[in-house]
């Protein structure tokens, strides 16, 4: 088993990748409209190329941040496993009291 450090910074790590990974999806979304835009008034311009290029950045750091993700989750075991008590019915006392 893990030691509590090294789960916390499994933890930290997984969420600060989901949070990237939405950056990334915001910016791919950013980028798309800027190349639509600058392609639409420019096509071929200088600005639309740069677009088009920073879409690219965007969209290879967005599938490496989902990738590792992907890599760093916990694959599921058969069945649950089961840390508490068994649920069964507490023993009652079978003699009358006094």
Sequence with gaps: MAP???RIQFLRAER???RIRS???AAIMLWTGSAAWTG???PGGRQMWVSVLLLAVFTALLVTASLSLRRLAVPAAGRPAHHAAP???PATRRHAPA
Excluded: I, P
């Design 4 to 6: 509590k450090t090294e």
């Design 40 to 42: 639409w008034q420019a």
């Design 16 to 18: 600060q990748l989901r």
């Design 23 to 25: 950056f990334y999806a």
């Design 87 to 89: 649920h069964q019915a």
